[in-house]
Antibody
Framework: QVQLLQSGAEVKMPGASVKVSCKAS????????ISWVRQAPGQGLEWMGW????????NYAESLQGRGTMTTDTSTATAYMELRSLRPDDTAVYYC????????????WGQGTMVTVSS | DIQMTQSPSAMSASVGDRVTITCRAS??????LAWFQQKPGKVPKRLIF???TLHSGVPSRFSGSGSGTEFTLTISSLQPEDFATYYC?????????FGQGTKLEI
């Protein structure tokens, strides 16, 4: 079955770090890229960045610069998104999304991981 | 950054209505435009990619059009299950940007 399976919900204190995983199955992991998208409660969708599962190339949104890191492990077909120095406004559902160059992208989404930042 | 201006931000409609949602890009994005549907508490689902190509399994009452800077999503005859929030996404250039969403209510 073609799917992206994400890790479970997290509750973190302000200033802490979180690392969300996204395990791909049912397709060739290195043929695609992974984008990360987040959605704060009651808000719209925000693209956070992109990483190539083939060569590790990446591009981050400005909101992630300096605080976030995207990585992949091709041996386990898993992508990771780490966010450091968490703030309450990082509270959101985080999605990994299968992406690729060209117009046919964003076709497969993970189930989402709720990250709550609260003291 | 490319701004995606989606309109309307919310609308009411009835079953059987024809509905059109528009996304305007602040600069040309070719056909790198996708539409998503999201229901409360659920994962977004892709409806349309490449501006007008229907995602597999999506009912034919959904259609997309446009290129360059102006794009539309049309639902030809609303069904009860279509009441949701719709988002456009440009993935032509970084940073990718979503429209702010259109909440479609009964």
């Amino acid at each position: 079955q073609v799917q992206l399976l994400q890790s479970g919900a997290e509750v973190k204190m302000p200033g802490a770090s979180v690392k969300v995983s996204c395990k791909a199955s049912g397709y060739s992991f290195t043929t695609y890229t992974i984008s990360w998208v987040r959605q704060a409660p009651g808000q719209g969708l925000e693209w956070m960045g992109w990483i190539s599962a083939f060569n590790g190339d990446r591009n981050y949104a400005e909101s992630l610069q300096g605080r976030g890191t995207m990585t992949t492990d091709t041996s386990t077909a898993t992508a990771y998104m780490e966010l450091r120095s968490l703030r309450p406004d990082d509270t959101a559902v985080y999605y990994c999304v299968r992406d690729r160059s060209g117009p046919d992208a964003f076709d497969l989404w993970g189930q989402g991981t709720m990250v709550t930042v609260s003291s | 950054d490319i701004q995606m201006t989606q309109s309307p931000s919310a609308m009411s409609a009835s079953v059987g209505d024809r509905v059109t949602i528009t996304c305007r890009a602040s600069q040309g994005i070719s056909d790198y435009l996708a539409w998503f549907q999201q229901k409360p508490g659920k994962v977004p689902k892709r409806l349309i990619f490449a501006a007008f190509t229907l995602h597999s399994g999506v009912p034919s009452r959904f259609s997309g059009s446009g290129s360059g800077t102006e794009f539309t999503l049309t639902i030809s005859s609303l069904q009860p299950e279509d009441f949701a929030t719709y988002y456009c996404l440009q993935h032509y250039t970084y940073p990718y940007t979503f429209g702010q969403g259109t909440k479609l209510e009964i």
